[in-house]
């Protein structure tokens, strides 16, 4: 079992002269899943764009380290080993999600034997075998949300990243994607952004809280809800506390 680690530090990110989107972010994630929670324009994305390197950080705005080696200089090595499902992502509607893997394996520059032998398998995880040849455009909003993860498996990555992978599923289709995302493994680093608590709170070794680009408090669940005043001690309740509202 490879043991990985990723280590943020001081990340800093200014869109245009006074937008302070990400603030010294310093963090160190080992394997497991992660949390990362915040409200909308917390800077949930504009971190994992980051360390996916699809943004740049400010200048001198911090490192990335993947096994103690910047990824800035790791380039294509770092990418082989990341698996990223962005936020805002279309599918090709025509196409089917057998073809789209395929397609998307081969941007990855994965081996295409490799690839044919592996579609099936994340299609299987994923459950979606049985519409695996079917145009998405007929595909629901949860399916979706599951052949994108599905592009995120491909190529066994020791990194997945997934930016709000339940973004407007309903209760039962969060589920579904919570159960998968705690299936992923444990010797991976998994990092996954959502504003709903429940999506993660079962699931995620450490959760980070995220405000106005901010990490304002992070660890374990036990040792976050202890925080809690006044109130049940619930994640939830903890991020009413931090955000004054829970966003469902
Ligand atoms: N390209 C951009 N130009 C200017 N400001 C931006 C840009 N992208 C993001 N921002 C601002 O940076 C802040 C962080 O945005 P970000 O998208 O990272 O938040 P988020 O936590 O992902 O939010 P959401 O839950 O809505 O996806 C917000 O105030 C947003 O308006
Ligand atoms: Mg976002």
Redesign the pocket.
């Known amino acids: 079992m490879s043991s990985n680690t990723l280590k943020l530090q001081n990340i800093n990110?200014h869109?245009?002269k006074y937008?302070h989107?990400?603030c010294n972010f310093t963090y160190e994630f080992t394997n497991g899943i992660y949390g990362?929670l915040?409200?909308?324009?917390?800077?949930?994305?504009?971190?994992?764009?980051i360390i996916t390197d699809n943004l740049l950080p400010d200048k001198d705005g911090g490192k990335i380290l993947w096994n103690s080696e910047e990824t800035r200089l790791l380039k294509d090595k770092f990418r082989s080993r990341l698996g990223f499902m962005p936020?805002q992502q279309n599918l090709y509607e025509s196409m089917s999600a057998h073809s789209f893997l395929n397609y998307i394996a081969a941007l990855k520059c994965l081996d295409r034997t490799y690839a044919e032998r592996e579609i099936p398998a994340i299609v299987e995880r994923v459950e979606l075998s049985d519409s695996i040849d079917k145009k998405m455009g007929g595909f629901s909003g949860g399916m979706k949300q599951r052949v994108l993860i599905a592009t995120a498996l491909l190529g066994d990555p020791d990194l997945i990243i997934l930016?709000?992978p339940t973004?407007g599923l309903d209760p039962k289709q969060r589920v579904i994607i919570r159960n998968m995302v705690s299936d992923l493994g444990k010797d991976k680093i998994i990092i996954i952004?959502t504003?709903i608590v429940s999506d993660i709170e079962t699931i995620a070794k450490e959760i980070l809280f995220?405000k106005?680009?901010h990490l304002i408090d992070s660890g374990t669940i036990p040792t976050l809800v202890e925080k809690v005043e006044n109130a049940e001690k619930s994640l939830e309740n903890l991020y009413m506390q931090y955000y004054g509202e829970v966003q469902k």
């Not at 915040?38 to 764009?49: D, E, I, Q, V, Y």
Request: glycine letters at 18%.
């Open positions: 990110k869109y245009g937008k989107a990400l990362l915040g409200p909308n324009g917390a800077g949930k994305s504009t971190l994992m764009n936020q930016d709000e973004a952004s504003h995220i106005e680009g």
